[in-house]
């Protein structure tokens, strides 16, 4: 469907990239707003935010019984977890080819009923208007032969044929059930644009307006604007900005960095904060950062867990989604060609010239088999007496290591390689890991897709900037590059930013997102960390550390230039033997062999990033 915006002022170019958890361009302005001050403390939030509390009802029937209820859904997965095994088996049909063909059945049903439009259109009107007499009846004809006769004349603009469901229960459930899951619904809202505002990321703006009509006072819309700043352009400005001629990784002087605040960081109870001193016993020199309270958090967490079971509201939400997918496909019979045309009729754009953002693409597999082939056998060629690998203590050499596996570079092939995820990687989780092992052996991808490896990530670095170089060469192809960070380490930061820093792997059509495999339990078990609170230390220590003094960690604080968000990566089929509430331990005290839940880990991470994100705007630095 077309939709246009008409304004007085020129439209401004966004940029491709948007900070995931930031704004983009609002620490520009921090300082030009007045002195720095304290940030509004948040550490317990009593509810909805000021801002976000409802002057409705929205009390449903499960209201005080939300802990109730998600324990006993805790228990019930508990409880199928023991008897459930991995689904290592599926039919040749994968799900996704099952409803492609029943949706492909539905088209051609549909595209048989266009037939009797006329007819079908005629009967609606009349069941809808309740016309029961013959006078209604003619004068419906008539009207349908009159619209008939217009369309009949050529029209050289035509406007998109419009869809409309009357009624008030167009969701197909009880007027009852659809109030109760209205409101269920309109809480979910509720709640997550409270997280998303108090991490400072960015939430629908459609949603806020509507969640808005709901509020006792007007939400605060401003924390959701981009400020671009004005600048005046010329009709023969080009497009995209002039390239720079200097590298962003080449000022690595600690002098022209910002300079050291003094403020010292310290972890409580999982949970970082920030000092104006670097004696961090004084309690009363603590930053006042706003980060989630636990006890909220986990009755927000029993809510959303409630409502996952509710039976009215899960079908809502399953007629709802049915509904607009069919009033969409049915947008789509009307008016493809329409669409078709008005798309060519612009100028000088296509598929292959607008810009794309690719945004979940591991780094390790962001080139295709041949590239990764035609690299190795080229490194194979140049490189074959260098020392890539130690093994027992001995140096191995690139040609060593293929002769240990009794292969030559004649006899790789893309088949050989076998990097290719097909369907039977669909919901197995090891079959899609071994598939970044090049032939299926660990040492090649240590060698060549790791930036921790005995020759510092050299060939992964070279193999990325190629892929840059072409995305680059497309012009309008962006990726947003995912790197991991496992947390058994203090220095994990340190090793990542120097191996992109010095080998430039710096591109405008590539952003990084960082990703943190929830591990927690198998290097508990080698004894690389001790209690919980060790692993977050490793990810967020260093992060606080080079936002207060970027020349602590001078590449660090280039590299996080351009990183964009975290992800939390993990096998989701593998069942959760904790349930996370109050009396769960701090992750200080988490010693145990098992891993903690999901969403054990989604708190202490969000908690973490939501200091983190304030105290970057406070100083003026980029969100992560």
Request: with cysteine.
């Amino acid at each position: 469907m077309s939709s246009s915006v008409t304004s007085g002022t020129t439209n401004k170019p966004l940029s491709p990239y948007k900070k995931r958890g930031s704004l983009q361009y609002a620490t520009s302005t921090v300082d030009a707003r007045g002195p720095r001050r304290l940030l509004t403390s948040q550490h317990s939030l009593p509810g909805i935010p000021v801002a976000l509390k409802q002057s409705i009802d929205l009390r449903t029937s499960m209201d005080g019984k939300y802990k109730e209820i998600a324990e006993e859904l805790f228990s019930r997965s508990l409880a199928e977890s023991e008897m459930r095994s991995a689904p290592y088996e599926f039919p040749e049909d994968s799900p996704i080819e099952q409803l492609e063909e029943k949706r492909h059945r539905l088209e051609r049903q549909i595209s048989q009923d266009v037939k009797f439009e006329p007819d079908i259109l005629l009967r609606a009107k009349q069941d809808f208007m309740k016309t029961d007499s013959a006078t209604d009846l003619e004068f419906m004809k008539e009207q349908s032969e009159a619209s008939d006769q217009q369309e009949r004349e050529p029209v050289t603009e035509r406007e998109y044929q419009r869809v409309t469901i009357s009624g008030e229960e167009k969701c197909g459930v009880p007027f009852t059930d659809l109030l109760d899951a209205a409101k269920c619904v309109v809480k979910a809202l509720f709640i997550r644009q409270k997280y998303m505002s108090l991490s400072l990321q960015s939430f629908c703006r459609t949603t806020t307006r509507y969640l808005q009509e709901l509020s006792e006072r007007p939400l605060d819309l401003d924390i959701y604007e981009e400020e671009i700043p004005e600048t005046s352009t010329n009709a023969d400005a080009t497009v995209h900005p002039p390239a720079s001629d200097k590298h962003p990784y080449e000022n690595q002087d600690p002098t022209s960095m910002p300079s050291d605040m003094g403020y010292g960081c310290k972890m409580v109870n999982g949970v970082m904060h920030v000092y104006t001193t670097r004696d961090v016993m004084e309690k009363n020199t603590e930053l006042d950062l706003p980060y989630p309270d636990l006890q909220e958090y986990i009755a927000d967490m029993n809510i959303m867990m409630a409502l996952i079971i509710n039976g009215p509201v899960k079908s809502f939400c399953y007629r709802r989604l049915q509904y607009l997918s069919s009033k969409f496909q049915m947008h789509i019979l009307l008016n493809e060609m329409k669409e078709l045309a008005a798309q060519k009729k612009v100028p000088h754009r296509d598929f292959y010239n607008i810009r794309k953002v690719d945004t979940h693409i591991h780094a390790s597999s962001c080139m295709n088999q041949k590239h990764l082939l035609r690299f190795i056998k080229r490194a194979m060629k140049k490189y074959p007496k260098e020392i890539v690998h130690v093994e027992r203590g001995k140096g191995q050499t690139l040609m060593e290591v293929f002769e240990s596996m009794n292969l030559t570079a004649f006899d790789l092939s893309v088949d050989t390689l076998d990097m290719h995820a097909d369907r039977n990687t669909f919901h197995r989780f090891d079959k899609f890991n071994a598939k970044y092992n090049p032939i299926g052996e660990s040492i090649l991808r240590e060698i060549f897709i790791k930036t921790d490896n005995y020759i510092k990530g050299k060939y992964f670095g070279h193999i990325i900037k190629e892929v840059m170089a072409d995305l680059e060469e497309s012009k309008y192809q962006n990726v947003e590059l995912r790197l991991s960070i496992y947390g058994r380490s203090r220095d994990e930061w340190d090793k990542l930013a120097k191996w992109a820093v010095k080998y430039q792997v710096f591109s405008n059509n590539v952003r990084w997102l960082v990703q943190i495999p929830r591990l927690f339990d198998v290097y508990h078990t080698k004894r690389q960390l001790s209690t919980f609170q060790k692993l977050l230390e490793n990810i967020f220590m260093p992060l606080f550390e080079v936002t207060i003094s970027p020349s602590s960690h001078p590449e660090l604080h280039l590299f996080l230039q351009h990183v964009v968000g975290f992800d939390s990566v993990d096998d989701e089929s593998k069942p959760e033997l904790h349930i996370f509430n109050m009396d769960s331990p701090l992750p200080a005290k988490w010693t145990e062999e098992d891993n903690p839940p999901y969403s054990y880990y989604l708190y202490y991470m969000y908690a973490n990033m939501t200091v983190l994100n304030h105290l970057r705007r406070y100083v003026n630095h980029t969100f992560i």
